[in-house]
C-alpha cells in the first residue's frame, strides 16, 4: 500500500486539530476580548482560505488544476506540514492555560518569553504558516495558493489584534518584547 502525501497532510492535520480541540478546555478562564465584529474580520479570511486549501470546492474546479507535479516536492511538502504543525504544538503546550483561539486576554495573563516564545512572539502562526505552505506544496493549484493567502492574511489580522491587546494590557513591557523578540519570523519580521 502506498501512502500518497495529500493523504499523509491530511492524516497530520487531523490528529494535530484533535489534540487542538481537546486540549482547548485546559485554558483558563478569559478576562478580556475585543467585540465579536473584530473577531469576525479575521475568522472569515481564515475559514475561506482553509476551504480553498483544504476542501478542494467543485464551483473552483478550473483553479483545482495541479500547476506543478513532483513527488519530491509534495513530500518536502510534508516534512513542512509535520515541522510546522510540531512547532505549533510546542508553542501551545509552552502557552499553556494562557492560550485561546480567539484574541484574548486570560486569568492571570502574562508575557512568555520562554520557549519558542523567546525566538517569536507568535510561534503558534510561524508554526501553522509552515504548515499551509507545506500544504500548498503537496497540491499546487490556484486555489490552493489563494488559500494562503487569505489564512495568512487572516493569521496577520489576528495577530495584530493580539498585539494591541497586549500592548494595552502590559505597557511598556510588551513593547520591551516586541523589540527584543520578532514577530513572525525568527530575526526577520
Known amino acids: 500500500m502506498t501512502v500518497r502525501p495529500t493523504a499523509a497532510v491530511a492524516a497530520l492535520w487531523l490528529i494535530w486539530l484533535i489534540g487542538w480541540w481537546v486540549s482547548a478546555a485546559a485554558s483558563a478562564r478569559t ?3 475585543p467585540s465579536a ?8 479570511l481564515t475559514w475561506a482560505g482553509a476551504v480553498l486549501l483544504f476542501m478542494h470546492p467543485r464551483s473552483a474546479s478550473g483553479l483545482l488544476q495541479p500547476l506543478v507535479s513532483s513527488s519530491a516536492l509534495s513530500w518536502t511538502g510534508v516534512a513542512l506540514v509535520a515541522i510546522g504543525l510540531g512547532f505549533s504544538v510546542w508553542a ?5 492555560r494562557l492560550w485561546s483561539a480567539r484574541v484574548t486576554l486570560k486569568e492571570g495573563h502574562a508575557i512568555v518569553r520562554t520557549g519558542p516564545y523567546g ?3 507568535h510561534p503558534i502562526y510561524t508554526g501553522l504558516v509552515i504548515a499551509i505552505l507545506g500544504t500548498l506544496l503537496t497540491e499546487i493549484t ?14 496577520v489580522i489576528k495577530l495584530r489584534q493580539e498585539e494591541r491587546l497586549l ?10 518584547y516586541r523589540a527584543e523578540v520578532r514577530g513572525l519570523i ?3 519580521w
Open 167 to 176: 500592548t494595552d494590557h502590559f505597557g511598556a513591557a510588551y513593547d520591551v
Open 31 to 33: 478576562v478580556s476580548r
Open 119 to 121: 525566538f517569536v512572539r
Open 186 to 188: 525568527p530575526y526577520i
Open 37 to 44: 465584529s473584530s473577531q469576525l474580520k479575521y475568522s472569515l
Open 92 to 96: 501551545r503546550v509552552h502557552l499553556g
Open 142 to 155: 490556484v486555489a490552493a495558493m489563494a488559500g494562503v493567502v487569505l489564512i495568512t492574511t487572516g493569521f
